[in-house]
């Protein structure tokens, strides 16, 4: 299908947000991609998929530990970073977490989670260590 004609298939983003061309039709603006727009898609799918809090964190420790060999708290302090803002992370840190969660996010969104709770839990946990370790060796401390 290719991207285009995926994108033009998509529903119009509702937004109030638009910018004047230069003969004054108003067109929608499109939002920047950034560390944190990418977290947020993140944990929002996880909990579109019966996860809360307990499960996001969860799913962020499976994936630091995949992608990174480490924990999440041995990550910030052997980086110096200050916990629970990415930005203090090293550059390769932040596109890594990036790739990451881009790539944990689609594929949660095709994946049918179903069951109790618990079930659920697992099941997008697990699917978040698998899609971490598929991306993983793209980085080069993976090589």
Known sequence: MGFINWLRNQPEENSESSQLSLLEESKPVRS??????????????????????????????????????????????????????RTTLPQDAQSAYIVGETAATHRLKATAIDGNKRERHQQIIDTVEDTSEQVKGIFPWNW
Not at 57 to 66: K, Y
């Open 32 to 85: 920047r991609v950034d560390g944190a727009t990418v977290r947020k898609d993140f944990t929002r799918t996880i909990q579109d998929k019966g996860g809360d809090s307990r499960t996001q964190a969860h799913a962020t420790e499976r994936m630091t530990r995949r992608l990174f060999g480490c924990g999440t708290d041995e990550l910030y302090e052997e980086t110096e970073g200050r916990r629970g803002d």
